[in-house]
T-cell receptor
Framework: NAGVMQNPRHLVRRRGQEARLRCSPMKGHSHVYWYRQLPEEGLKFMVYLQKENIIDESGMPKERFSAEFPKEGPSILRIQQVVRGDSAAYFC?????????????FGPGTRLTVT | GENVEQHPSTLSVQEGDSAVIKCTYSDSASNYFPWYKQELGKRPQLIIDIRSNVGEKKDQRIAVTLNKTAKHFSLHITETQPEDSAVYFCAASITGGSYIPTFGRGTSLIVHP
């Protein structure tokens, strides 16, 4: 059973460009969470999704950020018009159907650098 | 909403010593408390968890204790080894609904050989 997959692992964007981060949950998992981690800081919740539904996006900035988890394919976190302050590691985590809020399994993260 | 406080932020021990990391939470409805280990540049990995119906859980050199009355839980690592050096995060959540886990800010554990 493959773990949570994220790609790309590293992404460099110039200010004003768009960044697209992808997350494929573990097989059988239908809950996806996105977190942002700044250097030497904790995990900041951004958005919680189930297939075709955004359950909670309270941690996601209203401007420039969006997320989706379509019926088919990976979950995508999209950042438009990136700024230097968006540079961070973005982790997604998945949890099994039936245990929302329970154990989460993290992907390897995407390290976004905005130049 | 839930608030999780984690202490200390940095912990330095000698190899073979024990290490204890403590977390407090605010929402008495929280019933699931995982601990994650994150090595430098790597993903957080679940190392142990505890649910509110038990007071202690052990797995080899690591153990977690939970005091529901006081709303705090702790991670205990015995006989520390250099490979235990990492950042450890606690979290609190409520299972079974649309609840978001709340993480502590992390503890950087350094084990000196």
């Amino acid at each position: 059973n493959a773990g949570v997959m994220q790609n790309p692992r590293h992404l460099v964007r110039r200010r004003g460009q768009e960044a697209r981060l992808r997350c494929s949950p573990m097989k059988g998992h239908s809950h996806v969470y996105w977190y942002r981690q700044l250097p030497e800081e904790g995990l900041k919740f951004m958005v919680y999704l189930q297939k075709e539904n955004i359950i909670d996006e309270s941690g996601m900035p209203k401007e420039r950020f969006s997320a989706e988890f379509p019926k088919e394919g990976p979950s995508i976190l999209r950042i438009q018009q990136v700024v230097r302050g968006d540079s961070a590691a973005y982790f997604c985590a998945s949890s099994p159907a039936g245990t929302p809020g329970g154990e989460q399994y993290f992907g390897p993260g995407t390290r976004l650098t905005v130049t | 909403g839930e608030n999780v406080e984690q202490h200390p932020s940095t912990l330095s021990v000698q190899e073979g010593d024990s290490a204890v990391i403590k977390c407090t939470y605010s929402d008495s409805a929280s019933n699931y408390f995982p601990w994650y280990k994150q090595e430098l540049g790597k993903r957080p990995q679940l190392i142990i968890d505890i649910r509110s119906n038990v007071g202690e859980k052990k797995d080899q050199r690591i153990a977690v204790t939970l005091n529901k009355t006081a709303k705090h839980f702790s991670l205990h690592i015995t006989e520390t080894q250099p490979e235990d050096s990492a950042v450890y995060f606690c979290a609190a959540s409520i299972t079974g609904g649309s609840y978001i886990p709340t993480f502590g800010r992390g503890t950087s554990l350094i084990v000196h050989p």
